[in-house]
């Protein structure tokens, strides 16, 4: 039988006592896991540039600095690292989190974590879904934001992956339409496929918007999220049916 490495997490909070209580919770969710700590935007940012890293965390609001969490997460798309970004904050503000998922992030956790009507779960269970969620493929946004009809599951849900002709789009279009889920910006997509970032942008990405109704990237990512839409992979969008 084959087990899955160890995933390796960037955990970026300035608050020590903060830190270690969300270190341990992921460790709870992701008992394997390599939990590297940050207290700050340039330990962040040496600790990213020293080696890959799955998934990081990323406090929004980095107190005594120049920086903030988003900083760090321009510092990844700047550079094309393959991480994927959760913010971390206590502002629960629908345009705070609209910026960070335009900014490129995969997901946004409230540090006040308790249980409410929309997320009856836990702190541990938190981090756990976050994980789950945007290493398959999707987004995890607060409920808050994706409202009362957004995809909250009271459990983890095999979601089937779902291909171009599911989603009345080309090969190509399916594509563009992953890495956007993977918070790439229209430059590093046109990189990726071997393409002007201007076709990226008037060719594919508009043609996706008046595919789901909408007219911003961050409305398209609230969508795809808001209907559990786990899109295919790069070269499976063809092969995937459903």
Known sequence: MNVPAPKSILLL????????GMKALIQLAEPRAQVVEA??????????DARAFDIAFLDIDLKDSEHTGVDVLRHLHEHA?????????????????????????CGYILKDMAPSAFEPF???????????????????????????????????????????????????????????CQGLPNKSIADRMGIAEGTVRKDYVTAIY??????????????ISRRGIVVAAPGACEQVLQ
């Open 210 to 223: 008046q595919c789901f109704g909408v007219r911003r990237r961050t409305e398209l990512i609230i969508e």
């Open 39 to 48: 207290g700050s935007y340039r330990e962040a940012v040496a600790q990213l």
């Open 13 to 20: 909070e300035d608050m020590a006592m903060v830190r270690g």
């Open 122 to 180: 836990s702190a541990e269970d938190v981090f756990r879904r976050a994980i789950e969620t945007v290493l398959g493929g999707c987004l995890y946004l607060p409920a808050s934001v994706l409202g009362r009809g957004g995809y909250v599951p009271s459990t983890p849900l095999q979601r089937p992956v779902v291909g171009a002709a599911a989603l009345g789009l080309t090969p190509r279009q399916c594509e563009v339409l992953y890495y956007i």
């Open 81 to 105: 690292m393959p991480t994927l970004a959760i913010m971390l904050s206590a502002v629960n503000d629908r345009s705070t989190v609209m910026a960070c998922i335009d900014a490129g992030a």
